[in-house]
């Protein structure tokens, strides 16, 4: 059974740093792209960030480039999400998940985690 389950998430000042970990069981890591994406109260889910399988190139979507990176820990089965200079903006749920190749595409993710809640609120 494949499961994907975020962790790390909580309430941040504005300015301050967080890291979510996505721990991933039931698949082979390193056969798979993860991607991270966030959903935000009334709006639609939006593509934050991914990791893509083999040459494990990143990619970020522009309202978090030069803030956040992707570091995978094949060993650990865990790719997070290093989340700096936190803005309000970046409040939402934030998700995991794995699919064949980095794409900002939703629909084109097999798995998905449970979301966990990020709140950047002074």
């Known amino acids: 059974q494949v499961q994907l389950v975020e962790s790390g998430g909580g309430l941040v000042q504005p300015g301050g740093s967080l890291r979510l970990s996505c721990e991933v069981s039931?698949?082979?890591?390193?056969?798979?792209?993860i991607g991270w994406f966030r959903q935000a109260p009334g709006k639609e889910r939006e593509w934050v960030s991914c990791?893509?399988?083999?040459?494990?190139?990143?990619y970020y979507g522009e309202s978090v480039k030069g803030r956040f990176t992707i570091p995978k820990d094949n060993i650990k089965n865990t790719v997070e999400l290093h989340m700096n200079s936190l803005k309000p903006e970046d409040t939402a749920v934030y998700y995991c998940?794995?699919?064949?190749?980095?794409?900002?595409?939703?629909?084109?993710?097999?798995?998905w985690g449970q979301g966990t809640q990020v709140t950047v609120s002074s």
């Open positions: 990791i893509n399988v083999g040459d494990e190139s990143t």
């Open positions: 039931g698949l082979i890591l390193d056969a798979y792209s």
């Open positions: 998940a794995a699919s064949l190749g980095c794409t900002w595409a939703a629909g084109e993710y097999d798995y």
